[in-house]
């Protein structure tokens, strides 16, 4: 079946560096996005892989290993308004995409 | 306008009432898109639309039905609520569907069916 699995919560310091880790099963691939959504706001879009590597974008990186069904998104000098939830999402290979339940991430000053 | 809107923002409804949740997007995306997000679990995809004129089911369709008159407008109807379709409704679009294209969200609809 097609799954996506990422932690439910994660804490971290503000000015701190944190990894959100999500691995994926997926029938064919065509990529994998992450997603930041804010309480009761609607998901935007931060990043899409679909080599395998690293992709900087600001203080926002997202890593693809596409042999391991692997995916990272790595936030640098974090910030109060970094606290939200980050959606982990799949492509398939008929480009339906398949969507974590996120991980809720909190910043402690 | 810019992007999408949605409305209402919340609503409650009574089980059995029928309800239409409306969507405009502004930057004559072709494809268009209605999820509900439920907690703890990913969002899920109840109908699409490729192309002004056409729609399609996406994984839970039941008890929801979609049309799409235009390019800009995306109705999405409850022909008869029940409680189990209290959640929150984005609608999405995206240049095209089928492709790796970003989707942008609307604001997003806090339904309560009681």
């Known amino acids: 079946g097609q799954n996506i699995d990422q932690p439910t919560e994660m804490t971290a310091t503000e000015g701190a560096i944190v990894q959100i880790n999500c691995t994926y099963q997926?029938?064919?691939?065509?990529?994998l996005f992450w997603y930041q959504q804010h309480a009761g706001e609607a998901p935007t879009f931060l990043s899409y892989n679909v080599l395998d590597g690293l992709e900087e974008k600001g203080r926002f990186s997202s890593f693809l290993s596409r042999s391991k069904g692997y995916s990272y998104l790595l936030l640098k000098e974090l910030q109060m308004k970094d606290s939200a939830s980050y959606l982990c999402?799949?492509?398939?290979?008929?480009?339906?995409?398949?969507w974590g339940a996120g991980t809720k991430l909190i910043i402690k000053p | 306008i810019a992007g999408i809107t949605q409305a209402p923002t919340s609503q409650i409804l009574a089980a059995g009432r029928r309800m239409t949740l409306r969507c405009t997007q502004d930057?004559?995306?072709?494809?268009m898109y209605w999820y509900r997000q439920d907690l703890g679990l990913g969002l899920r995809l109840i109908h699409y639309s490729n192309t002004a004129g056409t729609t399609g089911k996406g994984e839970v369709p039941d008890g929801y039905s979609v049309s799409r008159a235009n390019t800009d407008d995306f109705p999405l109807t409850l022909a008869s609520a029940v409680p189990s379709q209290t959640s929150v409704y984005f609608c999405?679009?995206?240049?095209?569907?089928?492709?790796?294209?970003?989707?942008?969200f609307g604001p997003g609809t806090r339904l309560t069916v009681l």
């Open positions: 930057m004559r995306h072709n494809a």
């Open positions: 999402v799949s492509m398939d290979s008929n480009y339906q995409l398949i």
């Open positions: 999405a679009s995206s240049d095209r569907v089928g492709s790796t294209d970003t989707q942008y």
């Open positions: 997926t029938s064919g691939f065509n990529g």
